[in-house]
């Protein structure tokens, strides 16, 4: 399997080339992978929770869909272990739309036979990423008001598992 490339190459958020050709085949992509969230609510969603705490972005980029898993993941094992299956709902607010593509060149001995150079640059999917503005929600989580310092535990715990710095921001909910 091949090792995945650093994310600096997709971070930045600018608007995706998009090749347009006169054969039709070659003007857009064919096939998008899946994206690697399996759940996107977890815990109880129809339970009213006195408070609500956001996980917001400081910077604008692209997040990949293996580090939004990999932070849901462990916030969701501290919050099911504490508070159990019905004691929290935890919301995945962006959705990983993106599809990011990659350009392998041939290396090795004889390879300049086997490669096109940039001459067919358009590159081959190679993941998924959602696209972030700053102060946008990534994570949404609704605690009752006695659980807020695990809540916020568990969000700082997926903070770190993003390669963007958060912070944390409470909401109250009125009903």
């Known amino acids: 399997m091949a090792r995945l490339r650093k994310f600096v190459a997709y ?6 080339y998009t090749r347009t050709s006169k054969f039709k085949a070659k003007s857009y992509i064919r096939t998008t992978p899946s994206p690697k969230v399996v759940r996107f609510d977890t815990g109880d969603p129809k339970k009213n929770f006195s408070c609500t705490l956001e996980l917001l972005s400081k910077s604008s980029l692209q997040i990949r869909d293996n580090a939004l898993e990999s932070a849901r993941q462990t916030s969701n094992k501290l919050l099911e272990t504490n508070l159990g299956v019905n004691g929290f709902h935890l919301k995945v607010k962006v959705y990983p739309y993106h599809v990011l593509r990659e350009h392998a060149l041939a290396a090795g001995a004889g390879a300049d036979r086997f490669s096109s150079g940039m001459a067919h640059s358009f590159g081959k999917p190679a993941g998924l990423a959602a696209r972030v503005k700053t102060g946008q929600p990534i994570f949404q989580l609704s605690v ?3 659980h807020m310092g695990i809540a916020k535990q568990a969000l700082e715990r997926a903070a770190k598992k993003l390669p963007c710095s958060c ?3 409470e909401r109250k909910i009125v009903y």
């Open 11 to 16: 971070r930045r958020l600018e608007r995706p």
């Open 144 to 146: 009752d008001k006695q």
């Open 167 to 169: 912070t944390i921001q």
